[in-house]
């Protein structure tokens, strides 16, 4: 059974910085693209980054570029987001996923909420 265990979330004040932590279990880590999706207070869920499991390539959102980094230890199945200079409109829940192409499976963390204000 795939479980996720996701830390780092917090209220910090704008300008501010936190580290996001999703460690995997239940799946063979390094077969997983892993990657980030956010969610704010009514808002759609809007993927924030994503690395490759393949050549560890990332893509992210336009809103947080040069901003957050993602990044993955395979030894540790664990995936990261380092997230610097956060505004309030970064406020929101932040989710991990995994996913596999073929066969197609996707799994979610249980998210860990991220506050921006001062």
């Known amino acids: 059974q795939v479980q996720f265990v996701e830390s780092g979330g917090g209220l910090v004040q704008p300008g501010g910085s936190l580290k996001l932590s999703c460690v995997a279990s239940g799946i063979v880590f390094r077969l997983y693209e892993m990657g980030w999706y956010r969610q704010g207070q009514g808002k759609e869920r809007e993927l924030v980054a994503r690395?490759?499991?393949?050549?560890?390539?990332?893509n992210y959102a336009d809103s947080v570029k040069g901003r957050f980094t993602i990044s993955r230890d395979n030894s540790k199945n664990t995936v990261y987001l380092q997230m610097t200079s956060l505004k309030p409109e970064d406020t929101a829940k932040y989710y991990c996923?995994?996913?596999?192409?073929?066969?197609?499976?996707?799994?979610w963390g249980p998210g860990t909420q991220v506050t921006v204000s001062s």
């Open positions: 690395i490759s499991n393949i050549d560890t390539s990332t």
């Open positions: 996923y995994a996913v596999k192409l073929a066969p197609f499976t996707r799994s």
